[in-house]
């Protein structure tokens, strides 16, 4: 689930969204707010849904984006598959229900667009059927499918030219680098027609030329022809040895083998098959749903704070008490037979962890096995690839033909002693191969045994030299365990000194009484101290051993407790599945006696109407209100389908009837626009006119 948000928060900060998120402010962020962030996701794929979830009802909302992911084939999760919850999900804008669109569609925003821009043109128009029993109707929609048949094809033409790796520029650029060269060409051709032209016989000689480079062409054409026959008969006589040599394998092992061993491998590996399918998987299979279940549980819920983490821990130490007290209850009555029990109980625990051990070990070297089938498959095929020839195999070391090449440096001896000195070589640096790892492997080891023990050892002198710093404190001796580094320190200054001042014998022979007299009397004062010190050693390693029985008893004890406890958790866990599965069924029964109770009502009184002698209670019963509107649609259809039949009559009619409208309005306007031409005419004729009188009384 972490992941699924980190992958929602890290697209939403691209561009085209620029959201500026983090988890936690995605994380608490409002279902209002949540679903506008989808709504804009959904606009970026489709911009017909670029709106304000805020200005339509959230049903339409709910319905809008449900078309639109079903459009593009969107699959709700497993715990989804319901359409009503998944629906109700996205119109209050739950977490669960919207996370897992966004993080489908922020993967594949690209394919989708192009997805919702084909759904525009490729998504038929539901029709239904009566409608297409007329002509017109049905020759419109015969043309819309061809259009759309149209489009498909020039698409998916236009998405090959696309990936094709042709642009027209590049195009362009080449047919002008063709034509550029085009010129000095026709002219070289021209001159070589010239010189040819003076030439006797040149036709003849032209046409044996053409025929040399076709044969030239025919005899390469057959070359390779042949060494692809060699090759092919080289690859199929390895093959018909290898198989051969396969054959001469499978007679010899069928040659040892006995029914009852084929019969005994055949039942170990069935045993082992129906393990892995009976318990094991079934086992892995449940552990994972549960950890889905808790992680889908803890993904649900809001954001917890800092107190809400007390108590929660709070809540987590009174039930580890109420556990430590259940069990110490059931220690103190519990009887021996229970005691008896729990080393057979133990060891089936122990057979049933190895058990599951080997069991995975066994997955594993499957997988390991196929690994390597697939690997060594693929390695073949790439030498087929590169060098067109098969690799020789490790069964084919076993087989000698004549014709195998020789090997260089190794003299004129035949293939077949050739290879047999190989094997027996490669045998020996097998065996040596396998010495030196055994030998590596047991170094290993006992470095690792020489290790832990000098940690150990390294452990016990540190404990040691603390524990006698504090009895040479607790005497007022400290220091005495020094007393080896305060000599040769004194010995260095006493050199030192010697050097620098140059003191002659007899002060260094004073110097070394005196150092002398100090060490006895050091050695004097320590000696009650070290006698006391090796008894307490002695009761030192006594206590370790003490310590050693009691530890071994505390972990036996601890793990007969640990046993108990994980026995008592998964008997609380059953019985707390056992508990919320009879809650949900004693909830669902409840609310099916509800609806079933609900259901024999109102069929009572729906048969108490029906039955009833009063004809007003009659008319408000279920069927007569149903046979009154199948009897009030039946005459509005009738009289539907008869308005249909009159404008179906009269069409041709009232076409005409339309046309004649028009050409009579077109008449009019042509008259209207007549009438106007004429008045134009009048009124300028009438200012000419008095224009003329006003110049004659001047």
Not at 290 to 319: C, F, N, W
Not at 339 to 366: F, G, N, P, V, W
Not at 522 to 545: D, G, Y
Request: aromatic share 4%; charged share 35%; net charge neutral.
């Amino acid at each position: 689930m972490s992941e699924q948000l980190k992958l929602i928060v890290e697209q939403l900060n691209k561009d085209p969204f620029r959201k500026n998120f983090n988890l936690i402010t995605f994380d608490s962020l409002e279902p209002m707010q949540l679903l506008q962030i989808l709504n804009d996701v959904l606009a970026e794929v489709d911009p017909k849904h670029a709106i304000d979830i805020r200005e339509e009802m959230p049903e339409q909302t709910a319905k809008r984006m449900c078309a639109l992911l079903g459009m593009l084939k969107y699959k709700p999760p497993g715990n989804q598959s319901d359409l009503s919850g998944f629906r109700q999900g996205l119109v209050v804008g739950s977490k669960p229900a919207v996370h897992p669109i966004l993080h489908w569609l922020l993967q594949r925003v690209p394919e989708l667009k192009k997805r919702a821009y084909l759904a525009r043109f490729l998504v038929k128009l539901d029709v239904p059927a009566e409608f297409l029993a007329d002509d017109v109707i049905g020759d419109t929609y015969h043309q819309y499918e061809e259009l759309v048949e149209g489009f498909k094809t020039n698409h998916k033409e236009c998405e090959q030219l696309r990936t094709s790796g042709f642009s027209t520029a590049e195009i362009r650029r080449d047919i002008g680098a063709m034509e550029e060269e085009k010129g000095p060409l026709i002219k070289r051709v021209e001159r070589l027609k010239k010189r040819v032209e003076s030439v006797s016989n040149h036709q003849q000689m032209l046409e044996q030329a053409r025929q040399l480079r076709v044969e030239k062409k025919r005899e390469e054409h057959l070359a390779h022809q042949k060494q692809e026959q060699k090759n092919q008969l080289f690859q199929a006589q390895q093959r018909l040895q290898r198989l051969q040599q396969q054959l001469k394998d499978m007679r010899h092992a069928a040659a040892d083998a006995s029914p009852d061993s084929l019969m005994k491998r055949l039942e170990e590996e069935i045993k082992i098959n129906s393990y892995m399918v009976s318990e094991k998987l079934p086992k892995e299979l449940e552990v994972l749903k549960r950890t889905v279940q808790y992680l889908q549980k803890v993904a649900s819920e809001p954001a917890m704070g800092h107190g809400d983490l007390l108590e929660l821990r709070d809540k987590i130490k009174g039930v580890d008490m109420q556990i430590n007290h259940l069990i110490e209850k059931k220690m103190m009555r519990s009887d021996p037979i229970d005691d008896k029990l729990t080393l057979y109980r133990q060891q089936a625990s122990i057979i049933i962890r190895k058990k599951e051990a080997k069991a995975e070990e066994l997955q594993e070297a499957r997988e390991e096995l196929a690994a390597a089938e697939r690997e060594l498959t693929h390695r073949t095929s790439q030498a087929l690839a590169s060098n067109g020839e098969e690799v020789v195999r490790g069964d084919e070391f076993r087989v000698y033909p004549a014709s195998r090449p020789k090997i260089a440096g190794m003299g004129s001896s035949t293939p077949a002693t050739l290879l047999k000195r190989l094997v027996v070589k490669l045998r020996s640096k097998g065996t040596v191969y396998k010495k030196k790892r055994q030998e590596i492997a047991e170094l290993k080891a006992e470095y690792g045994v020489l290790q832990r023990t000098e940690e150990i050892l390294k452990q016990r002198h540190e404990a040691v030299q603390e524990k006698l710093q504090t009895m040479e404190a607790e005497k007022g001796i400290s220091g005495y365990s020094n007393t080896q580094e305060e000599l040769e320190r004194v010995s260095a200054i006493k050199s030192e000194l010697d050097e620098k001042k140059g003191r002659t014998l007899d002060d260094m022979s004073e110097m070394v009484k005196q150092l002398n007299s100090m060490i006895v009397e050091k050695k004097s004062a320590l000696a009650p101290i070290i006698k006391e010190l090796r008894s307490l050693r002695q009761q030192c390693q006594v206590l370790n051993q003490e310590h050693e029985e009691k530890k071994s008893q505390y972990e036996s004890c601890g793990a007969g407790l640990e046993s108990n406890r994980s026995k008592l958790e998964q008997e609380v866990k059953a019985l707390r599945e056992e508990t919320a599965q009879e809650e949900n069924r004693y909830h669902y029964i409840n609310s099916k006696s509800e609806i079933t109770e609900m259901q024999i009502q109102r069929a009572a009184e729906e048969m108490k109407a029906y039955v009833s002698s009063d004809v007003q209670e009659r008319k408000r019963a279920i069927r007569e209100v149903y046979m009154k509107n199948i009897a009030e649609q039946e005459l509005l259809g009738k009289k539907l389908r008869e308005k249909q039949k009159m404008v179906r009559e009269s069409h041709s009619a009232n076409m005409e009837q339309m046309k004649m409208w028009q050409d009579l309005e077109q008449l009019m306007e042509c008259k209207r626009q007549c009438f106007i031409k004429v008045q134009n005419e009048a009124s300028v004729g009438q200012v000419i006119q008095e224009g003329g009188e006003d110049r004659l009384v001047l």
